[in-house]
């Protein structure tokens, strides 16, 4: 990981219309802030808990039973309040905004929504939200990595970052903390910071997200002629890519040690990281990190096989183009496992 002096977090609004509606002077404060909602609860009262030594178990019930929910969101109340009261200095707000990203620092306490502003805002917004909104906002300032006062578009992120909002585990919450190295260092490299030169062979792959590393291996198998009918197992129970053993597959493959495919179908799941190898029935387990285990394939048996097909190598260089290598230090890779 290449930082760690200053964390990013996750922002979600109801809409983008929304989105524009708080990050720009519109809204009835006159200033640019973020806002979250959570019912009628207020800043003083969340502050109180958050910052307190009332254990967490408390106040998830806390918030269920004020929101009348099984699952009110306490983790994205509680990082929205950490965000901006707690070393606001270092901390940015990351928001996807339509086609555009946007970096807001936080620049003042959470404060409930005045009485009058709140009427404006449900008088042209209530109809977005199940129940009557309390917003408590924050105001803040926008920060231009490239320090050229242009926001970046979308797409020209690493596709890693580019794609966070559609992780799950962002999209279903309110506000939560980037804490994956593949964001993380992403994130940095927006910044003008380089990727440390790898050492080993998770140093390389761990800078892919989910997707992208699911696509690696499916692209390991598809150019050494295995047949796969997707790239990716998407949700499909405990199976990320499927090899069909058709007529034109071989039983085993050189180019992938210790995989044999002598089954109708070969399954495989793609992890970065697992503390236990599951029970599940899946053949071959690919993790960047795991336990001794005679179904797990590791960063290395990935890499080798990556670096040894030229079009595979090929993607994963262009995949991390965001992270300032060399040449010198790919050439270096390839040779090192090839």
């Given at each position: 990981m290449i930082g760690e002096e200053r964390s990013f977090y996750f922002l979600k609004f109801p809409s983008a219309a929304i989105s524009e509606y708080w990050t720009s002077p519109k809204n009835p404060t006159g200033k640019a802030c973020v806002a979250v909602y959570f019912g009628d609860t207020n800043a003083s009262e969340i502050?109180?808990?958050?910052?307190?030594?009332?254990?967490?178990?408390?106040?998830?019930?806390?918030?269920?039973?004020?929101?009348?929910?099984?699952?009110?969101?306490?983790?994205?109340?509680?990082?929205?309040?950490?965000?901006?009261?707690?070393?606001?200095?270092?901390?940015?707000?990351?928001?996807?905004?339509?086609?555009?990203?946007l970096f807001l620092k936080p620049v003042s306490k959470i404060e409930d929504l005045s009485e009058d502003a709140r009427n404006e805002y449900i008088k042209r917004w209530g109809g977005g939200h199940h129940s009557p909104p309390w917003p408590k906002i924050c105001y803040?300032?926008?920060?231009?990595?490239?320090g050229d006062n242009k926001r970046y578009v979308r797409w020209e992120l690493p596709f890693v970052l580019a794609t966070s909002n559609a992780n799950q585990s962002f999209n279903r919450g309110t506000c939560r903390r980037y804490t994956q190295v593949f964001h993380l260092n992403a994130l940095w490299s927006l910044f003008g910071k380089t990727v440390s030169s790898p050492k080993e062979a998770k140093d390389v792959l761990h800078n892919l997200g989910p997707i992208e590393l699911e696509t690696l291996l499916f692209l390991n198998l598809h150019h050494r002629g295995h047949f796969c009918p997707?790239?990716?197992?998407?949700?499909?129970p405990d199976v990320d890519i499927v090899v069909e053993n058709r007529a034109t597959a071989l039983i085993e493959d050189h180019g992938l040690d210790q995989v044999?495919?002598?089954?109708?179908?070969?399954?495989?799941?793609?992890?970065?990281?697992?503390?236990?190898?599951?029970?599940?029935?899946?053949?071959?387990?690919?993790?960047?990190?795991?336990p001794s285990h005679p179904k797990l394939r590791d960063a290395r048996w990935l890499m080798k096989a990556t670096a040894t097909n030229?079009?595979?190598?090929?993607?994963?260089?262009?995949?991390?183009?965001?992270?300032?290598?060399?040449?010198?230090?790919?050439?270096?890779?390839?040779?090192d496992y090839a």
């Open positions: 502050r109180g808990r958050v910052f307190s030594k009332i254990p967490r178990s408390e106040n998830v019930s806390w918030l269920n039973l004020k929101l009348n929910s099984n699952h009110a969101g306490w983790n994205g109340l509680e990082a929205f309040f950490t965000a901006c009261e707690q070393i606001p200095e270092n901390n940015l707000f990351v928001v996807f905004h339509q086609e555009e990203v803040v300032d926008e920060v231009f990595p490239r997707a790239n990716r197992g998407s949700t499909i044999k495919f002598d089954k109708v179908a070969t399954t495989f799941q793609v992890k970065h990281d697992v503390d236990s190898i599951p029970d599940n029935g899946v053949d071959y387990v690919v993790a960047l990190r795991g030229e079009k595979c190598f090929r993607w994963v260089r262009n995949a991390l183009w965001w992270t300032g290598w060399s040449s010198q230090t790919w050439e270096a890779i390839q040779s």
